[in-house]
Nanobody, 117 residues
Framework: QVQLVESGGGLVQPGGSLRLSCAAS????????MGWYRQAPGKQRELVATVTSGSRTVYADSVKGRFTISRDNAKNTVYLQMNSLEPEDTAVYYCNARHMSGVYNYWGQGTQVTVSS
């Protein structure tokens, strides 16, 4: 069982920035593909960005050029740098860890991001 602990959410004005962190409780973090997803009220959970065990990244079209996902295998942590935030980015952001085998899949508890003036 892998525990994922997110941090860094909060309230920010439009155009501002936040950095989310997700710490994983596993000694084999490098074998996991990591991702950030979000869920706005009344909407389905959606992909924001992923970074594979080989550091290949994928982004949702809505965040390309504004968000950057990265990982630090030495710290068992994945980050999401969010710049030029918009009210439409308001959601609960969830960290996801999927073992490269595809067998194991874990979710964090979520962190709220609110973009409002």
């Amino acid at each position: 069982q892998v525990q994922l602990v997110e941090s860094g959410g909060g309230l920010v004005q439009p155009g501002g920035s936040l950095r989310l962190s997700c710490a994983a409780s596993t000694s084999i973090f490098s074998f996991y593909d990591m991702g950030w997803y979000r869920q706005a009220p009344g909407k389905q959970r959606e992909l924001v960005a992923t970074v594979t065990s080989g550091s290949r990244t994928v982004y949702a079209d809505s965040v390309k050029g504004r968000f950057t996902i990265s990982r630090d295998n030495a710290k068992n942590t994945v980050y999401l740098q969010m710049n030029s935030l918009e009210p439409e980015d308001t959601a609960v952001y969830y960290c996801n860890a999927r073992h490269m085998s595809g067998v194991y899949n874990y979710w964090g508890q979520g962190t709220q991001v609110t973009v409002s003036s």
